[in-house]
Antibody, heavy 121, light 108 residues
Framework: QVQLQESGPGLVKPSQTLSLTCIVSGDSMNSGDYYWSWIRQPAGKGLEWIGR???????NYNPSLKGRVTISLERSKNQFSLQLSSVTPSDTAVYYCARDFILTGAGFDYWGLGTLVTVSS | SYELTQPPSLSVSPGQTASITCSGNKLGEKYVCWYQQRPGQSPVMLMFQDSKRPSGIPERFSGSNSGDTATLTISGTQPLDEADYYC???????????FGGGTKLTVL
């Protein structure tokens, strides 16, 4: 059974960098069959895709966040990471990691439980 | 950037059919996925490639996509279907995933 688990600080100060890790179990990130994404959801609001990384390290990012986002892969540890720089209180949200199959239109079939990150001084 | 528009809310009586729409320019030319999110839980995929159900999703959930509108249909709606529903597509022009704003389904 595939499981994804987010981890990282729950509180980040404004202007600092938010860093989260998603540990993947039950599936090898080396398989080349999936993209690995970060998605966030402010309290009471909708889902916002942040970006994704492929097995070979290629990335795609939400244009609205481009320039502040870095998503990277650590294949040896079967995990991937998110860094979001220059955060403001508007970056406060539940952050999810998720997997989507490389087949076009396949969607996100597995999600982590999510981790709340609050940006506050 | 590409936008997907959903009605913020929809109410339906138990046993009736709920149709949740998702609109976007030439959306029918893209694949749409649908997700259900119950309060305090992670989203769950209900539909991929417009109308395909993942394993374990009941047959009363169905999907279609044509023109500018994709529709998620729930037949015989049950109280446990009360949740938020999101559509999602891939925007090739910006190489990014796009989500609709979500529809809160109330079953009463």
């Amino acid at each position: 059974q595939v499981q994804l688990q987010e981890s990282g600080p729950g509180l980040v100060k404004p202007s600092q960098t938010l860093s989260l890790t998603c540990i993947v179990s039950g599936d090898s990130m080396n398989s080349g069959d999936y993209y690995w994404s970060w998605i966030r959801q402010p309290a009471g609001k909708g889902l916002e895709w942040i970006g994704r990384v492929y097995t070979n390290g290629n990335t795609n990012y939400n244009p609205s966040l481009k320039g502040r986002v870095t998503i990277s892969l650590e294949r040896s540890k079967n995990q991937f990471s998110l860094q979001l720089s220059s955060v403001t209180p508007s970056d406060t949200a539940v952050y999810y990691c998720a997997r989507d199959f490389i087949l076009t239109g396949a969607g996100f079939d597995y999600w982590g439980l999510g981790t709340l990150v609050t940006v506050s001084s | 950037s590409y936008e997907l528009t959903q009605p913020p809310s929809l109410s339906v009586s138990p046993g009736q059919t709920a149709s949740i729409t998702c609109s976007g320019n030439k959306l029918g030319e893209k694949y749409v996925c649908w997700y259900q999110q119950r309060p305090g839980q992670s989203p769950v995929m209900l539909m991929f490639q417009d109308s395909k159900r993942p394993s374990g999703i009941p047959e009363r959930f169905s999907g279609s996509n044509s023109g500018d509108t994709a529709t998620l249909t729930i037949s015989g709606t049950q109280p446990l279907d009360e949740a938020d529903y999101y559509c999602q597509a891939w925007d090739s022009s910006s190489a990014s995933v796009v989500f609709g704003g979500g529809t809160k389904l109330t079953v009463l």
